[in-house]
């Protein structure tokens, strides 16, 4: 104990003085160090031995086994002892802390086995979802694989279909070529006849309208010689029974003036005889034979009349054709080009001004097209040309906007250079109004309600956007 080691003086040990030992110290007492016991702190007291500080429970044999425990809680560790009069910093308090629990071996293997269960399960699902994900990779690179061939097929198609547009359009092509030198002959065509110092085309009809030219002259002279020949029945007309009996009083004088007229045998002029009255019966079947053939020339006049309208309407036609044809002939965009590499033009439709269009196919949508081609002046100036196409694309993203069944729809437009620029229409079969009031002149009165009814609702609609739109470029054609 600390008493019997104070009581060895050869265990004693002189410490050095030092002045930190001072001033942490206070004083030094007898130029020994402290005891032991004092640097030992305890709920015993002062001087008391550290085993006899500890309470009862504590050295009880029950609490054996948390004796030492508590020990070592209350004291210090021992390198915070001060020996002599240098003692060492105190350290900071370790506390131990006892916990009881109700769990046993078997819940513990069981809480174990559980956890390798939930590991074993993760691990599993881990297993599955790497499968699932090395099969749809599998799936990707199938599908991929799929698409491709897909994208190979779909361009052979479109090959295909190019190659079957192009041949179709050439053999319409050189069809409507032979017909338009067939109706050459029949219908007409142009001759280029010089007047002075320039040229200019003359029309020349074909043999269908000189037939008809012929057949008309015949008619005219039927006419005529029918008209004639009733003048001269006339003369001839027998008179009537009123009238009968006074020229006969008078007859027999003329006759007999006739007869020595006609016998003078020195005369040496022949007079030709009068003609021979008819009978009554004989004039009106010669007059009724007359009105019978004038109403048959009639009825052929009237026929070549409207053979020869019908030949103009053709005629106007074939003359549209020629036009076409001479135009087709000399655009640059004749050899079945593909613009914008998706709208592949088959044949000329019109020509305008500075445009040309052309029906087309879309070889995306897999659908029939026009396609205008707007060619400006190269003559123009940079600022005119760049005027002009600003304004006409503002134009074409309205139209592009438009949704109405009585307004052709605008799919696309598109530069090609500088001076070129094209729009994707709807295409329309059949021909425009124009057309059609030239080739059957007249319409009736449903007929033409029922188109200024589909305009007016065309209008309105227009009127009805916000803001309106205004269209001054309203025709028939």
């Known amino acids: 104990t600390p008493e019997k080691k104070q009581s060895e003086p050869s265990r004693g040990r002189k410490r050095k003085a030092d002045t930190q030992s001072e001033s942490s110290q206070g004083k030094n007492i007898g130029g020994r160090g402290h005891k032991i016991s004092d640097y030992f702190e305890y709920q015993g007291g002062n001087g008391s031995s550290p085993v006899r500080g500890v309470p009862p429970a504590i050295r009880s044999p029950q609490n054996s086994h948390s004796a030492p425990s508590s020990v070592r809680q209350n004291s210090p560790s021992p390198t915070s002892l001060a020996f002599g009069d240098h003692p060492l910093t105190q350290p900071k308090q370790l506390s131990l802390k006892i916990t009881q629990t109700d769990l046993t071996m078997l819940k513990l293997a069981a809480l174990e086995?559980?956890?390798?269960?939930?590991?074993?399960?993760?691990?599993?699902?881990i297993d599955d979802l790497l499968r699932a994900n090395c099969d749809l990779r599998r799936q990707i690179d199938e599908q991929q694989k799929l698409l491709e061939k897909y994208k190979e097929r779909l361009n052979k198609c479109i090959s295909m279909s190019k190659k079957l547009l192009i041949e179709k359009s050439t053999q319409e092509k050189l069809a409507s070529r032979e017909k338009s030198m067939q109706d050459r002959l029949r219908l007409g065509h142009f001759t280029t006849v010089r007047h002075g110092a320039s040229f200019t085309e003359q029309w020349t009809d074909g043999f269908a309208f000189q037939n008809l030219v012929k057949q008309q002259e015949w008619v005219n002279q039927q006419r005529e010689d029918i008209e004639r020949q009733r003048k001269l029945?006339?003369?001839?007309?027998p008179p009537t029974t009123n009238n009968s009996q006074a020229p006969s009083a008078n007859s027999e004088p003329k006759q007999r003036k006739n007869k020595?007229?006609?016998?003078?045998?020195?005369?040496?002029?022949?007079?030709?005889n009068l003609p021979q009255l008819l009978t009554l019966a004989e004039?009106?079947?010669?007059?009724?034979?007359?009105?019978?053939?004038?109403?048959?020339?009639?009825?052929?006049?009237?026929?070549?009349?409207?053979?020869?309208?019908?030949?103009?309407?053709?005629?106007?036609?074939?003359?549209?054709e020629l036009k076409r044809i001479n135009n087709e002939d000399n655009s640059q965009?004749?050899?079945?080009?593909?613009?914008?590499?998706?709208?592949?033009?088959?044949?000329?439709?019109g020509?305008?001004?500075?445009?040309?269009?052309y029906k087309a196919f879309d070889l995306y949508e897999q659908r029939y097209a026009a396609v205008k081609i707007h060619q400006l002046n190269k003559s123009w100036r940079d600022e005119k040309k760049e005027?002009?196409?600003?304004?006409?694309?503002?134009e074409y993203r309205i139209h592009k906007e438009l949704d109405h069944p009585r307004i052709v729809k605008l799919y696309d437009y598109f530069s090609l250079d500088t001076d070129t620029f094209c729009t994707v229409?709807?295409?329309?079969?059949?021909?425009?109004?124009?057309?059609?009031?030239?080739?059957?002149?007249?319409?009736?009165?449903?007929?033409?309600?029922?188109?200024?009814?589909?305009?007016?609702?065309?209008?309105?609609?227009?009127?009805?956007?916000?803001?309106?739109?205004?269209?001054?470029?309203l025709k028939p054609g």
Do not use: W
């Not at 029945?233 to 007309?237: D, E, G, I, S, T």
């Not at 010669?286 to 019908?310: M, T």
């Open 113 to 125: 086995s559980n956890k390798n269960q939930d590991l074993e399960k993760k691990e599993g699902r």
């Open 233 to 237: 029945l006339a003369k001839r007309k």
């Open 260 to 272: 020595a007229v006609n016998g003078a045998e020195n005369d040496p002029f022949v007079r030709p």
């Open 283 to 320: 004039y009106h079947e010669q007059e009724e034979i007359f009105k019978l053939r004038l109403g048959h020339l009639k009825k052929e006049e009237a026929e070549i009349q409207a053979e020869l309208e019908r030949l103009e309407r053709v005629r106007n036609l074939h003359i549209r």
């Open 333 to 349: 965009f004749k050899d079945h080009p593909t613009l914008n590499e998706r709208y592949l033009l088959l044949h000329l439709l």
């Open 351 to 357: 020509r305008g001004g500075f445009s040309e269009v």
């Open 387 to 394: 005027n002009y196409h600003k304004h006409a694309c503002r």
């Open 425 to 473: 229409l709807e295409y329309c079969e059949g021909n425009d109004l124009d057309f059609y009031l030239k080739q059957h002149k007249l319409m009736s009165e449903k007929e033409a309600r029922s188109i200024v009814m589909q305009i007016v609702n065309a209008l309105r609609y227009l009127n009805e956007i916000k803001p309106p739109i205004i269209h001054y470029d």
